[in-house]
């Protein structure tokens, strides 16, 4: 069965009805159940979790404990956050607003990080809900209830809450963190200080209220040896404005982080002339930029969309097991997205897919995701958004069914989704991990194959919204926000506009680069093909794809990948996987996943 990422197939059709009918199977079966499942899971908390307000109602009336602890020590509350009616009817039942799950969570301190928590606060304090238990997640909600939870006896500096608000951009948070007594140089994981979080996040109010009360903008960061500087210019989000603040309050230019780059090197690699322009008078001593370069020879002229597939398509397949085996977990780059490669390979018949393997990575990455189902379902567990979102779209391109991991890794993403309808990045990990836009259309993508139907097109509808309503600045914000807007529902006719503008970006050598001051690369390029094709729905035979499409066979290496130079600072020790391109292999594993859907998508019986 064909599955591409995009939109339009019959095959994709299907497999979205198929899990669709799985997933409400499930729901339907275990919401009918009178005793306990497997987890400890009560029929109350399972209305919870899939039914509405009136059913959590009934089942309270028919006499259901509101106090029950599955065997993950969860209760129904712990569940039921996002929606007021349902906390009030637990609550009005005599539900525990203090009571700990295993992890010692308690739904006070769940309630307090989301941004739309105003009401359930209240209703959790009314309760006899202790304040004084929120911990970090203070910082991140809704500024009035930030207020409250401090007037109640909230600790405001309580480790890493001042960094939430400040990831976040809550400006408001963080000016009553640090009325209320929070350190405004708090190390978090990494050494990371609330400044150096607003500054590679682009938060410019956070930016300028932290350095006008006197934060440290040269403290050194204990992983990577980065500076709040070096971090905003690497960032895809931060602007020259947060550059200028930067140096204006004596952030230094002169340290050299644990690869050798300064500032100056950060910001030629993003390639932003006003920030350059900011930072380079203020260098003294100029380092040769370290510049990471590509290992081994090209194909060259020769290549063929059917060769260069059969080398990309056998190299991803490799990888996936490999990385996996070396990381002990999957990931965006050597899991997920040569996953969606290998599905747009497969119908063509030009390389014999390995389907077997296909299905056991799918399952692999599904099983690594088991022990923390039950966080999951309490819209935590995950480092960051992109890992539950862009890895259930891999295990959706390997036709993997709706089961009790899918449900949890939704449920995730359902509790993520901002008040305003998107859903927004945690961290910056260029460019894959840093767009909001992206993290909106993976979501919705996700949402749409995993969800089950109930509040499934209400999340999607206020998603959509969203994503029309966002100003795209790279080629990744602009290539998800046509991909995203179709997976939401909108037609080629819809998006028409947009894929003619990303259009009108490509350069002379047929290719399109992430941001406008870089080269073209195969990231890009790839990324901009699949829009054009399957969210844009244009020919094949288009003059400026089959541009792309040469381009994209000169830039190939005989061993299978495209390199692309890695962007993004380093977060976590790095890992020799075995794939081509050295330092910049995980770059470029990404950018050989785009290349190879590009290719196939372009592919026909010419080409056979």
């Not at 209305?47 to 969860?74: F, T």
């Not at 996002?82 to 906390?87: E, L, P, S, T």
């Not at 080398?311 to 996996?324: D, H, N, S, V």
């Amino acid at each position: 069965m064909r599955v591409r990422i995009g939109v339009g197939s019959a095959g994709l059709a299907r497999l979205f009805g198929f899990v669709a009918m799985m997933a409400m199977a499930a729901c339907h079966g275990l919401a009918r159940s009178d005793a306990d499942d497997a987890a400890g899971n009560s029929p109350l908390m399972l209305a919870v979790l899939r039914g509405s307000a009136v059913e959590v109602r009934q089942r309270l009336a028919d006499g259901a404990d509101a106090r029950h602890h599955n065997k993950a020590g969860a209760t129904a509350l712990h569940w039921a956050l996002d929606d007021v009616a349902k906390v009030e009817a637990l609550l009005g039942a005599g539900a525990d607003p203090g009571a700990a799950d295993a992890n010692g969570v308690t739904p006070m301190q769940l309630a307090a990080g989301r941004d739309d928590n105003l009401r359930v606060i209240e209703l959790l304090l009314a309760h006899g809900g202790d304040a004084k238990t929120v911990g970090e997640r203070l910082g991140g909600g809704d500024p009035r209830a930030v207020r409250l939870l401090l007037d109640h006896g909230a600790n405001a500096r309580a480790p890493s809450a001042l960094h939430l608000a400040s990831i976040r951009g809550y400006v408001d948070n963080v000016r009553m963190l640090l009325d209320a007594g929070a350190d405004i140089d708090a190390r978090a994981g990494q050494g990371l200080t609330p400044l150096m979080w607003a500054a590679q996040m682009g938060r410019t109010d956070v930016v300028r209220l932290l350095l006008e009360r006197h934060a440290n903008p040269n403290v050194v960061e204990t992983f990577n040896a980065s500076t709040a500087l070096m971090q905003a210019a690497a960032s895809d989000r931060a602007d020259a404005s947060i550059v200028q603040a930067l140096v204006d309050a004596g952030a230094d230019t002169s340290p050299v982080d644990d690869e050798g780059a300064t500032a100056l090197t950060w910001a030629l690699r993003r390639g932003d002339p006003d920030i350059i322009q900011i930072i380079a008078p203020r260098v003294t001593q100029i380092r040769p930029p370290r510049v990471w370069t590509a290992q081994g020879t090209r194909v060259g002229d020769a290549n063929t969309i059917p060769d260069a597939l059969t080398r990309g398509t056998k190299l991803l397949e490799q990888a996936r097991p490999r990385f996996r085996a070396l990381s002990g977990c999957p990931s965006c780059h050597h899991d997920a997205l040569p996953a969606l490669a290998i599905a747009h390979v497969e119908p063509l018949g030009i390389v014999a897919v390995d389907r077997a393997a296909r299905t056991a990575e799918a399952r692999a990455t599904a099983l690594s995701f088991t022990r923390l189902g039950e966080r999951h379902l309490e819209g935590i567990g995950f480092a960051d958004i992109l890992e539950a979102s862009y890895l259930l779209v891999g295990m959706a391109a390997a036709s993997y069914p709706a089961d009790a991991i899918t449900e949890a890794m939704t449920r995730f993403l359902a509790l993520r989704q901002a008040a305003d309808g998107g859903w927004h990045t945690w961290m910056q990990r260029i460019p894959e991990d840093g767009s909001d836009i992206t993290m909106t259309a993976l979501a919705i993508r996700a949402l749409v194959v995993y969800a089950p139907p109930g509040g499934r097109a209400d999340r999607i509808t206020r998603a959509r919204a969203y994503l029309a309503s966002q100003l795209a600045s790279t080629t990744e914000d602009r290539v998800f926000q046509i991909l995203g807007l179709r997976w939401a529902g909108a037609t080629a006719a819809d998006v028409a506009a947009r894929v003619a503008e990303l259009a009108t970006m490509q350069r002379d050598d047929g290719g399109w680069a992430q941001r406008a001051a870089m080269r073209s690369d195969a990231y890009a390029t790839g990324q901009v093909v699949v829009a054009m094709r399957e969210g844009g729905e244009i020919s094949v035979d288009d003059p400026r794809l089959q541009r792309a499409a040469t381009y994209l066979l000169h830039q190939q290496y005989r061993d299978g990948s495209w390199f692309v130079a890695t962007r993004a600072l380093r977060f976590q020790p790095w890992i020799e996987s075995g794939f081509p391109q050295g330092r910049s292999q995980y770059m470029s594993a990404s950018a050989t996943s785009w290349a190879v859907m590009a290719l196939a998508c372009l592919a026909d019986s010419r080409h056979h």
